[in-house]
């Protein structure tokens, strides 16, 4: 198609001719420029841009203006500027100006042409199918935030307008993200597809499909793994506890897993873990919440103790929380005998004072709640640390002896490193039970007999 010149306006055409207008306009913006070469084409590149924003304008303004006969130039057009294979990640920053300014106004066409009021997806089914929504998955990869977040919105309509892809949509999120998790470990566009099944989850009718409660299992909670878990992590514990809403059942599984994957190494993804688990306890029901207070309160007593001052304050600061106190409280016979003992260890060693005035806050308020007990625990963890002292006395007392004893000097001529002594003489003169002796076999060396006999 000619780009050396601008076409007539659509709005300036007679009402009649518009649609045809439109569709010559569709067709012209299929070509595609090389915008890596700045100075290229630049009248044509122009052009294209102009014919863009005018469709956009007046299939956003003009009722009406989504005949049939345009549905199949859209998809076409759309398909023609936004499939492409995706270069490479170079490792550096990914550089805006790099990228064709075309596309941002494709995107913006395209999901004009999704919000309109004319638009039917009885007659969009013909055009977009499940080949097209693949080929939008394989862009969630793009290093561009500004195009998956485009992506992001597209295929969100997509999903709430054609109910005959909503379960191989789903399906083929699962997959890229088993991919990622056990293949790849690696894939840009993973923060953005858990928002879209943030709002999908949201919307799932009650009780939960047995196939919703095995995704969530078998795929949404393994993305708890991968090294790169801080750029989605706010959007992967938004689902999770879209999911304990929906069923508060579930909490036991979210929790075993959490502790399954619980980082060792890294304070910074331990410190997302102790947030996302502060989220699910502030919507937890009382009944689920027993159910998991040992696991819970184990692996919270460990972050207490944790040399890291940021992983040890996250987890004091859940007693700043009102609820969770609350669930504290009711169940404090429980969760005090597993906390105690690290909370007045740490009071004594910890370096970190902040940490130190913390606990004695903590211990503060277990005094509050349940005097007795804390006295209980409190002479049973001296006692404790007593029997401890003594043993630790008696380790040193057996090595201090060890240390004095005297060793016989070794012989460096004769250092009798081997025995001299022949095998045979060791054998007659070893000493054995009485009524047991060595006897030479009765029988010939065929026989199975036994060559120990009794007397």
Same mark, same amino acid.
């Given at each position: 198609?000619?780009?050396?010149?601008?076409?007539?306006?659509?709005?300036?055409?007679?009402?009649?001719?518009?649609?045809?207008?439109?569709?010559?306009?569709?067709?012209?913006?299929?070509?595609?420029?090389?915008?890596?070469?700045?100075?290229?084409?630049?009248?044509?590149?122009?052009?294209?841009?102009?014919?863009?924003?005018?469709?956009?304008?007046?299939?956003?303004?003009?009722?009406?203006?989504?005949?049939?006969?345009?549905?199949?130039?859209?998809?076409?057009?759309?398909?023609?500027?936004?499939?492409?294979?995706?270069?490479?990640?170079?490792?550096?920053?990914?550089?805006?100006?790099?990228?064709?300014?075309?596309?941002?106004?494709?995107?913006?066409?395209?999901?004009?042409?999704?919000?309109?009021?004319?638009?039917?997806?009885?007659?969009?089914?013909?055009?977009?199918?499940?080949?097209?929504?693949? /080929?939008?998955?394989?862009?969630?990869?793009?290093?561009?935030?500004?195009?998956?977040?485009?992506?992001?919105?597209?295929? #969100?309509?997509?999903?709430?307008?054609?109910?005959?892809?909503?379960?191989?949509?789903?399906?083929?999120?699962?997959?890229?993200?088993?991919?990622?998790?056990?293949?790849?470990?690696?894939?840009?566009?993973?923060?953005?597809?858990?928002?879209?099944?943030?709002?999908?989850?949201?919307?799932?009718?009650?009780?939960?499909?047995?196939?919703?409660?095995?995704?969530?299992?078998?795929?949404?909670?393994?993305? #708890?793994?991968?090294?790169?878990?801080?750029?989605?992590?706010?959007?992967?514990?938004?689902?999770? *506890?879209?999911?304990?809403?929906?069923?508060?059942?579930?909490?036991?599984?979210?929790?075993?897993?959490?502790?399954?994957?619980?980082?060792?190494?890294?304070?910074?993804?331990?410190?997302?873990?102790?947030?996302?688990?502060?989220?699910?306890?502030?919507?937890?029901?009382?009944?689920?919440?027993?159910?998991?207070?040992?696991?819970?309160?184990?692996?919270?007593?460990?972050?207490?103790?944790?040399?890291?001052?940021? *992983?040890?304050?996250?987890?004091?600061?859940?007693?700043?929380?009102?609820?969770?106190?609350?669930?504290?409280?009711?169940?404090?016979?429980?969760?005090?005998?597993?906390?105690?003992?690290?909370?007045?260890?740490?009071?004594?060693? #910890?370096?970190?004072?902040?940490?130190?005035?913390?606990?004695?806050?903590?211990?503060?308020?277990?005094?509050?709640?349940?005097?007795?007990?804390?006295?209980?625990?409190?002479?049973?963890?001296?006692?404790?640390?007593?029997?401890?002292?003594?043993?630790?006395?008696?380790?040193?007392?057996?090595?201090?002896?060890?240390?004095?004893?005297?060793?016989?000097?070794?012989?460096?001529?004769?250092?009798?490193?081997?025995?001299?002594?022949?095998?045979?003489?060791?054998?007659?003169?070893?000493?054995?039970?009485?009524?047991?002796?060595?006897?030479?076999?009765?029988?010939?060396?065929?026989?199975?007999?036994? /060559?120990?006999?009794?007397?």
């Amino acid at each position: 198609y000619d780009f050396t010149t601008k076409r007539t306006l659509v709005a300036d055409a007679p009402a009649t001719e518009q649609s045809g207008l439109v569709i010559q306009k569709l067709q012209q913006c299929q070509k595609i420029f090389d915008f890596y070469d700045p100075v290229a084409q630049l009248k044509s590149k122009e052009i294209k841009r102009a014919a863009l924003n005018e469709l956009i304008d007046h299939i956003t303004t003009v009722k009406g203006a989504i005949t049939e006969l345009i549905y199949p130039e859209v998809i076409k057009m759309v398909s023609k500027n936004i499939f492409r294979v995706l270069p490479p990640s170079d490792n550096s920053e990914f550089d805006p100006e790099e990228d064709e300014p075309t596309l941002e106004l494709v995107y913006e066409l395209f999901l004009r042409f999704l919000e309109s009021p004319d638009f039917q997806a009885t007659v969009g089914k013909k055009y977009i199918d499940q080949r097209f929504v693949l /080929n939008l998955l394989d862009l969630f990869d793009s290093e561009d935030p500004r195009e998956r977040d485009f992506l992001k919105t597209v295929l #969100h309509r997509i999903y709430g307008k054609f109910l005959g892809l909503r379960a191989f949509i789903r399906k083929q999120i699962n997959n890229m993200f088993l991919s990622f998790v056990f293949e790849t470990d690696s894939f840009n566009g993973v923060g953005e597809l858990l928002e879209i099944l943030g709002s999908i989850i949201n919307g799932f009718a009650l009780p939960l499909k047995q196939e919703h409660k095995v995704f969530l299992v078998k795929v949404l909670l393994p993305l #708890h793994k991968p090294r790169c878990l801080s750029l989605y992590h706010a959007q992967l514990a938004y689902c999770v *506890v879209q999911f304990i809403e929906k069923d508060s059942t579930l909490t036991p599984q979210v929790f075993d897993a959490l502790l399954k994957f619980w980082p060792r190494t890294c304070s910074a993804k331990e410190v997302m873990f102790l947030g996302e688990v502060e989220e699910i306890l502030d919507i937890i029901e009382p009944e689920q919440f027993k159910k998991i207070i040992e696991p819970l309160f184990k692996q919270l007593a460990k972050c207490v103790s944790s040399p890291h001052f940021q *992983v040890a304050e996250r987890a004091l600061y859940f007693w700043n929380n009102e609820y969770i106190l609350s669930l504290i409280e009711e169940n404090s016979s429980q969760v005090m005998p597993i906390m105690f003992p690290a909370l007045y260890r740490i009071s004594k060693e #910890h370096w970190n004072q902040t940490i130190v005035a913390l606990v004695y806050n903590v211990l503060k308020t277990f005094m509050e709640m349940n005097g007795k007990l804390f006295d209980e625990l409190t002479a049973n963890y001296k006692l404790e640390r007593q029997k401890e002292k003594r043993k630790e006395k008696e380790r040193e007392d057996l090595w201090k002896r060890l240390a004095a004893v005297e060793l016989n000097p070794p012989n460096d001529r004769d250092p009798h490193i081997l025995s001299k002594t022949p095998l045979t003489n060791f054998m007659t003169k070893r000493e054995l039970p009485a009524g047991y002796g060595l006897i030479a076999p009765a029988n010939s060396v065929g026989d199975k007999s036994s /060559n120990f006999v009794r007397r």
